[in-house]
T-cell receptor, first 110, second 113 residues
Framework: KQEVTQIPAALSVPEGENLVLNCSFT??????LQWFRQDPGKGLTSLLL?????REQTSGRLNASLDKSSGRSTLYIAASQPGDSATYLC?????????FGTGTRLLVSP | GAGVSQSPRYKVAKRGQDVALRCDPI?????LFWYQQALGQGPEFLTY????????KSGLPSDRFFAERPEGSVSTLKIQRTQQEDSAVYLC???????????FGSGTRLTVV
């Protein structure tokens, strides 16, 4: 069974810091890799999708990379802001369904 | 619509009551998924439809859970004889399929008392 681990489980940083969130899979047979953001009491908002033939994607201050050989992905957030505070989830699309990690809870303090 | 719509937004059910949760996916999205998210956990897969066909229901926790998508668009997740352990957020997602990524709704928060 595919398992997804996200490290750290929680992170608290002052505003302006650059930070890295990590995601790893027990099965390196990754199809697509998608990063989501979830605000308290809300659904999931898609941030970045890395398709199987790609190695990274960028959107604004966010950059996600994927190393299929090691089954790892990282989400880099540049110049963090208080509005970035949320839970960040990575998911491997596997075959037809998403397998999620438990997420990293990020708090950015002003 | 522009996004995935779920209703109701919140549902409180008495133990033993039946509930029905609705998902209206993005128009034209072939694939539809239901997930269950317990407090502090990542979403867990429940079931998957491609058009009206339910191709995978391996994640449904018991035979009290039933999902349908009769016309290949709107889907309903039904939970019979609700139990306290059914309390969770139920998320619906849709996709064009293939490598196009997934769009989630805001979820239905079910509380069984």
């Amino acid at each position: 069974k595919q398992e997804v681990t996200q490290i750290p489980a929680a992170l608290s940083v002052p505003e302006g810091e650059n930070l890295v969130l990590n995601c790893s899979f027990t099965d390196s047979a990754i199809y697509n890799l998608q990063w989501f953001r979830q605000d308290p009491g809300k659904g999931l908002t898609s941030l970045l999708l890395i398709q199987s033939s790609q190695r990274e994607q960028t959107s604004g201050r966010l950059n996600a990379s994927l190393d299929k050989s090691s089954g790892r992905s990282t989400l880099y957030i540049a110049a963090s802001q208080p509005g970035d505070s949320a839970t960040y989830l990575c998911a491997n699309t596997g075959f037809q369904k998403l397998v999620f990690g438990t997420g990293t809870r990020l708090l950015v303090s002003p | 619509g522009a996004g995935v719509s779920q209703s109701p937004r919140y549902k409180v059910a008495k133990r033993g009551q039946d509930v029905a949760l609705r998902c209206d996916p993005i128009s034209g999205h072939v694939s539809l998924f239901w997930y269950q998210q317990a407090l502090g956990q990542g979403p867990e897969f429940l079931t998957y439809f491609q058009n009206e066909a339910q191709l995978d229901k391996s994640g449904l926790p018991s035979d009290r859970f039933f999902a349908e998508r009769p016309e290949g668009s709107v889907s309903t997740l039904k939970i019979q004889r609700t139990q306290q352990e059914d309390s969770a957020v139920y998320l619906c997602a849709s996709s064009l399929g293939g490598s196009r990524g997934y769009t989630f709704g805001s979820g239905t928060r079910l509380t069984v008392v």
